[in-house]
Nanobody, 112 residues
Framework: QVQLVESGGGLVQPGGSLRLSCQAS????????GAWYRQAPGKQRELVAS???????NYAGSVKGRFTISRDDANNTLNLQMNSLKPEDTAIYYC??????WGQGTEVTVSS
């Protein structure tokens, strides 16, 4: 069972940046895909970004050009750099490894 711990969430003003990290308890090289999801209050969980073992990435249209997903295989982490944040980015962000394993979530609030 892979344990995932997210960090980096917080309160930020519109236009600001945050970097989320997801620390895995074992090597993420064992998994073909890593992803970040988010769930806003009253809404369903949605895919934000994903990255394959070959570094191919995919982004939701609402974050394309603002968010960047990356994986640090040496340190077993999955990262999400979020720039130009908007109030509608407010949500709990969850990392997912291999399609099966979830972190506990980290809260992001974008507000002035």
């Amino acid at each position: 069972q892979v344990q995932l711990v997210e960090s980096g969430g917080g309160l930020v003003q519109p236009g600001g940046s945050l970097r989320l990290s997801c620390q895995a308890s074992e090597t993420i090289l064992n998994f073909a895909i890593g992803a970040w999801y988010r769930q806003a209050p009253g809404k369903q969980r949605e895919l934000v970004a994903s990255i394959l073992y070959n570094d191919q990435t995919n982004y939701a249209g609402s974050v394309k050009g603002r968010f960047t997903i990356s994986r640090d295989d040496a340190n077993n982490t999955l990262n999400l750099q979020m720039n130009s944040l908007k109030p509608e980015d407010t949500a709990i962000y969850y990392c997912n490894i291999g399609g099966n394993f979830w972190g506990q979530g980290t809260e992001v609030t974008v507000s002035s």
